[in-house]
């Protein structure tokens, strides 16, 4: 079992839906949770990170963490085409500065 | 100062070859971390400094991998006897003091093919 999964996609939505991109992790002792976001041939950028269970709202991305479900989410509202891209989960244990990573879900926005 | 800096940005090279890559840190940033990313995979962490000092090393980076930060400034990935296998994405990354891992900034990384 990898120990943080992502279903591959594609995922595909029309323009103005929500995207709701998925993802688990296995170890428990993950503290931190971190979605970036990385175009085609470029390097990952932080879109936001979340440590407490509920939800966190940034402008139209938000992020749920269910740490007793191992889980977390990230919610795209009013998609655009510029969001199409890779979105990568990733975990943190505070006894280390590393991040590991899912596989990530690729987005599709269809104009 | 704008960014992390990652040189070459390609680098094409025969099995067997030795290869490095250079990684320059945003300057006030004493952490920097190389991971290694492959098509399809997300990033897969490697190693990383603090200051000068190498803290903490993936089993990923076996004897022909070699990573330093002579001064705590720029940072050296060496790849000997390259291996098809080795062929991926190069990513570095660094953080500031006292944010850790919510403080990355990536590089646009060294994209490495082994022929």
């Known amino acids: 079992q990898k120990e943080v999964e992502q279903n591959s996609g594609p995922l595909s939505v029309p323009e103005g839906a929500i995207a709701s991109l998925n993802c688990t992790y296995s170890?428990?002792?993950?503290?931190?949770f971190f979605w970036y976001r990385q175009y085609s041939g470029k390097s990952p950028e932080l879109i936001m990170f979340?440590?407490?269970?509920g939800d966190k709202e940034d402008g139209r991305f938000t992020a749920q963490l269910n740490k007793a479900s191992q889980y977390v989410s990230l919610l795209i509202r009013d998609s655009q085409p510029s969001d199409s891209a890779t979105y990568l989960c990733a975990v943190n244990m505070d006894s280390s500065y590393k991040l590991i990573f899912g596989s990530g879900t690729r987005l599709l926005v269809r104009p | 100062d704008t960014g992390v800096s990652q040189d070459p940005r390609h680098k094409i090279t025969k099995r067997g070859q030795n290869v490095t890559f250079r990684c320059d840190p945003i300057s006030e940033h004493n952490r920097l971390y190389w991971y290694r990313q492959t098509l399809g995979q997300g990033p897969e962490f490697l190693t990383y400094?603090?200051?000068?000092?190498?803290?903490?090393k993936s089993r990923l980076l076996s004897d022909r991998f070699s990573a330093e930060r002579p001064k705590g400034s720029f940072s050296t990935l060496e790849i000997q006897r390259t291996e098809q296998g080795d062929s991926a994405m190069y990513l570095c990354?660094?953080?500031?003091?006292?944010?850790?891992?919510?403080?990355?900034?990536f590089g646009s990384g060294t994209r490495l093919t082994v022929v």
């Open positions: 979340i440590y407490s269970n």
């Open positions: 170890d428990r002792g993950s503290q931190s």
């Open positions: 400094f603090q200051n000068e000092a190498q803290l903490e």
């Open positions: 990354a660094s953080s500031p003091p006292a944010q850790g891992a919510f403080g990355y900034t």
